[in-house]
């Protein structure tokens, strides 16, 4: 199976770079070749070029999303079977290379635990595997409201990839979300696997899900907005829940008493470990 392991590395990601080459280096199966899309991180090549091992620089500027399309079409254009993702932030255990492989054999998605450390973590905790057991499978009206597959811990065949990449809109933010959720729009599912884990760093600049500000969570309602006008095409759910998080947007934005209400509730209601926009619920959902 040709494999790419796909980045995208920006100057912020420096100071994690020797984390990420060095899980790479550790792969019990090193049959890949490292994909990276790089965002202005001036000497990379020279970086990549010391470990020996396989690689294709993608020099691109734009947004996330953007940046991401950019590396998944060439894989598809290059004959790749399968991508597997990873954050310039994160590192990944010595197995996930050989295990998700295997598992792409049999199914088109695959997603792994996650495993937070760093910023405001004593020890390695991990997220996933407190809800979902091996071989769980999550399909579209499982990403609804919320998702559990990011471009750290999920696998996919390229069969399954280009037409979803390219639907969505470069402005998305949350690209992993709609990405996904296009994917298994068309009838498949991902499946889950304990056995390997992708460590998952919180730092200043990613711990919103765990610790809000009134910011985060502005932000984040926006966010969940954009995604289902992204999807509005797949069907009149998508188009309700647009309209609800637009009009929840625009309240918040105008509204400064209930701003603070509403983000009190969101904090209040989030619980220990939410996945990505689980906690952002509309003002009927909180009670409000």
Not at 109 to 129: I, M, Q
Not at 256 to 267: E, G, L, M, P, W
């Given at each position: 199976?040709?494999?790419?392991?796909?980045?995208?590395?920006?100057?912020?990601?420096?100071?994690?770079?020797?984390?990420?080459?060095?899980?790479?280096?550790?792969?019990?199966?090193?049959?890949?070749?490292?994909?990276?899309?790089?965002?202005?991180?001036?000497?990379?090549?020279?970086k990549l070029?010391?470990?020996?091992?396989?690689?294709?620089?993608?020099?691109?500027?734009?947004?996330?999303?953007?940046?991401?399309?950019?590396?998944?079409?060439?894989?598809?254009?290059?004959?790749?079977?399968?991508?597997?993702?990873?954050?310039?932030?994160?590192?990944?255990?010595?197995?996930?290379?050989?295990?998700?492989?295997?598992?792409l054999?049999?199914?088109?998605?695959?997603?792994?635990?996650l495993?937070?450390?760093?910023?405001?973590?004593?020890?390695?905790?991990?997220?996933?595997?407190?809800?979902?057991?091996?071989?769980?499978?999550?399909?579209?009206?499982?990403?609804?409201?919320?998702?559990?597959?990011?471009?750290?811990?999920?696998?996919?065949?390229?069969?399954?990839?280009?037409?979803?990449?390219r639907?969505?809109?470069?402005?998305?933010?949350?690209?992993?979300?709609?990405?996904?959720?296009?994917?298994?729009?068309?009838?498949?599912?991902?499946?889950?696997?304990?056995?390997?884990?992708?460590?998952?760093?919180?730092?200043?600049?990613?711990?919103?899900?765990?610790?809000p500000?009134?910011?985060?969570?502005?932000?984040?309602?926006?966010?969940?907005?954009?995604?289902?006008?992204?999807?509005?095409?797949?069907?009149?759910?998508?188009?309700?829940?647009?309209?609800?998080?637009?009009?929840?947007?625009?309240?918040?934005?105008r509204?400064?008493?209930?701003?603070?209400?509403?983000?009190?509730?969101?904090?209040?209601?989030?619980?220990?470990?939410?996945?990505?926009?689980?906690?952002?619920?509309?003002?009927?959902?909180?009670?409000?």
């Amino acid at each position: 199976m040709k494999t790419a392991v796909l980045t995208v590395i920006y100057p912020k990601a420096r100071p994690y770079l020797n984390d990420l080459l060095g899980s790479l280096q550790n792969q019990t199966d090193r049959d890949f070749t490292f994909v990276v899309v790089n965002d202005g991180l001036a000497g990379l090549e020279k970086k990549l070029k010391k470990t020996g091992s396989p690689f294709k620089m993608l020099a691109d500027t734009g947004t996330p999303a953007h940046l991401r399309k950019i590396g998944i079409r060439w894989a598809c254009r290059m004959g790749f079977d399968a991508i597997i993702f990873l954050d310039a932030d994160d590192r990944m255990d010595s197995r996930r290379v050989e295990t998700v492989k295997k598992m792409l054999s049999k199914h088109a998605v695959v997603f792994n635990d996650l495993v937070l450390f760093g910023r405001a973590f004593k020890r390695p905790t991990p997220l996933l595997s407190r809800r979902f057991k091996e071989g769980g499978r999550v399909r579209a009206q499982d990403l609804l409201t919320m998702n559990c597959l990011g471009l750290s811990n999920t696998s996919v065949r390229t069969d399954v990839t280009g037409e979803s990449a390219r639907l969505v809109p470069d402005s998305i933010r949350a690209f992993d979300w709609a990405f996904f959720t296009r994917i298994l729009l068309k009838g498949r599912e991902a499946v889950f696997t304990r056995k390997t884990r992708t460590y998952y760093r919180q730092h200043a600049a990613n711990t919103a899900p765990f610790a809000p500000g009134e910011k985060d969570i502005l932000a984040a309602v926006r966010i969940k907005a954009d995604h289902y006008k992204a999807l509005k095409s797949e069907g009149q759910k998508y188009g309700e829940l647009a309209k609800t998080f637009s009009k929840l947007a625009a309240r918040l934005s105008r509204d400064r008493s209930f701003k603070k209400t509403y983000c009190s509730a969101v904090r209040n209601a989030r619980g220990r470990y939410p996945l990505w926009w689980e906690m952002i619920k509309d003002e009927k959902e909180l009670g409000l």
